[in-house]
């Protein structure tokens, strides 16, 4: 099934909705998704959602790979590699939610620039998403998410709703426990759950 998911440069850049046969309303993506058991529960809630996974790892793929079959899913689509190199393939606002969920979290402080959420990144993830659109950030890691927290109240184009505690430390009910942060919570660390908006553009 791999090569019917597999999407490449070209076909990204050119319009992300025709990768998809349903004319998809919305095209979202989740970056690192890991054993993609959160992916495949988003596609098969949201199925008039075109959903982009991409993870480096291949495990992760084949076990992506395994839940569309299993579960006839239609909408989603991988791309097997690094999400740096996917983002600047991406039309500007052409991505209506973006979820990064427990990225590796570098904790040295010399390796912050690796860190998926930070300065490098959010100019790009701001000219992807729509108006509106949403970046969901997860993490178990206090200095990941303090960095995030820091960088993206710092970002222009983003835009913190979060009124109480409840609001980060609730996972959105539309979101699955993933295989990461079952594991985090089973060692005793608390997520956070950072959901920010992109303002519109001018
Ligand atoms: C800690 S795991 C979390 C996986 C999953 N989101 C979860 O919550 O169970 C981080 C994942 O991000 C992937 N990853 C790390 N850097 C990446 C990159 N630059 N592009 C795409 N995926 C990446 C890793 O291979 C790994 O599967």
Aim: aromatic residues 8%; charged residues 25%.
């Amino acid at each position: 099934m791999l090569p019917k998911l597999l999407i490449g440069e070209a076909a990204v850049a050119r319009d992300p909705r025709a990768l998809f046969q349903h004319a998809p309303q919305d095209i979202w993506l989740e970056v690192g998704f890991g054993g993609g058991e959160h992916l495949a529960a988003q596609a098969t809630a949201n199925p008039v959602a075109g959903i982009i996974g991409c993870e480096v790892f291949l495990n992760g793929v084949a076990s992506l790979v395994r839940h569309v079959d299993e579960r006839k899913l239609n909408n989603v689509r991988v791309w097997h590699g690094d999400v740096r190199e996917l983002l600047p393939n991406l039309p500007d606002g052409s991505i209506a939610r973006v979820f990064v969920l427990y990225p590796d979290p570098w904790p040295k402080a010399r390796h912050a620039k690796r860190r998926l959420i930070g300065p490098d990144s959010l100019p790009e993830l701001a000219r992807i998403l729509a108006d509106g659109g949403e970046l969901r950030f997860a993490s178990d890691h206090p200095v990941y998410v303090r960095w995030a927290l820091q960088h993206l109240t710092a970002a222009p184009e983003f835009h913190w709703q979060a009124r109480t505690p409840e609001d980060w430390r609730t996972r959105p009910a539309d979101q699955i426990e993933t295989r990461y942060e079952a594991k985090a919570k089973t060692a005793g660390r608390t997520p956070s759950y950072l959901t920010f908006l992109r303002r519109p553009r001018a």
